[in-house]
């Protein structure tokens, strides 16, 4: 699977200012730095929506709220769903192939998720994909009750709904991406 340069660039200056949050509406467990005494974000996850999905109808929508990622980081929401373009469409006989756009995207630092099912939103949608990226050890995969899934920079379709999933014990720094489109 191969990834674009300019992709991956943007991710990176993405967590360059990942460290620097202190307030977005996510889920963030904060530890402080032994040598300056601030506190930094350990681990966190927030979504965010596609805006191209459908003709742009979830920013037009008044029913929907747009997540503050979607304002924050508005170069990281262009590359996250162009990301999922260009694995869902490279032609390395993946069967991720001509995966429909997601509507929503998960974004996630250093989660280390224990066994679940998914729900809430996410209910009724089929499947999902998830990439690893960062600099980790081979830990870090997706474990299912069936099978381990190596996702550094290999991304695979699962169904978070039906499958119990979470993540494998992993060491560095750590990102996942999980697209998903909810039923509406």
């Known amino acids: 699977m191969s990834f674009r340069g300019d992709l ?23 530890v402080k730095d032994d040598k300056t005494g601030d506190v930094i ?16 109808v979830l920013l ?14 508005p170069e990281l929401v262009t590359a996250v769903f162009d990301l999922e373009e260009s694995l869902s469409n490279d ?13 929503h995207c998960a974004v ?7 066994p679940h099912l998914d729900s809430g939103r996410g209910a009724g949608q ?3 994909m998830i990439v690893g990226l960062g600099d980790y ?4 995969g997706l474990l299912t009750e ?14 978070g709904w039906k499958q119990r999933h979470w993540t494998a014990p992993f060491a560095g720094e750590r990102y996942s991406l999980v697209w998903f489109t909810p039923e509406m």
Do not use: C, H, M
Not at 13 to 22: E, I, K
Not at 60 to 73: A, D, M, Q, Y
């Open 137 to 140: 050890d081979e830990g870090g």
């Open 91 to 103: 032609d390395d006989g993946n069967a991720i192939n001509q995966r429909p756009p997601s509507s």
């Open 8 to 30: 991956v660039l943007s991710f990176l200056l993405f967590f360059v200012s990942f460290r620097t949050l202190t307030f977005l509406e996510i889920n963030f467990q904060n």
């Open 146 to 159: 069936s099978d381990p899934y190596d996702i550094r920079y290999a991304p695979i379709e699962f169904d």
């Open 60 to 73: 037009s929508n008044e029913k929907v709220r747009v997540p503050l990622g979607n304002s924050l980081f």
């Open 108 to 114: 996630n630092r250093n989660a280390q998720f224990t």
């Open 126 to 128: 089929s499947l999902s």
């Open 41 to 56: 974000i350990d681990s966190g996850s927030f979504t965010i929506i596609n805006p191209k999905f459908n003709n742009g």
